[in-house]
């Protein structure tokens, strides 16, 4: 009988474990939004750290580095508490033209995953 229960208890203490780092951080809006941007550079760069703090200077909110197609091409992450946040924060982005020759949406707006 006690075998019987041992898996169901195991089970059930896991998926609660599971369940607890999908928790938002604390201090962190459980809404937050991650929106992925492709991002073109008006002056070629291969500094990850400077061109996700640019882009997080520009945009207003947390930007985090993805990743390089070309040394002008650059794929970034936009954190924000919510939709209209990111809306304004590509917008922001895009009337950079000093620094951004284009501003592309990456994919599809989403709830960030912890």
Known sequence: MRERLAVPIAAALAAGALSACAAPAPGQAPSAVDV????KLVRASEDRVAIAAEASRVAGVPASYGSAVSTTWHALSLRCVDLSACDAAVDRLRQAK???????LDGRKRRAVM
């Open 98 to 104: 000093a620094a951004y020759e284009a501003v592309e």
């Open 36 to 39: 992925r941007v492709m991002v």
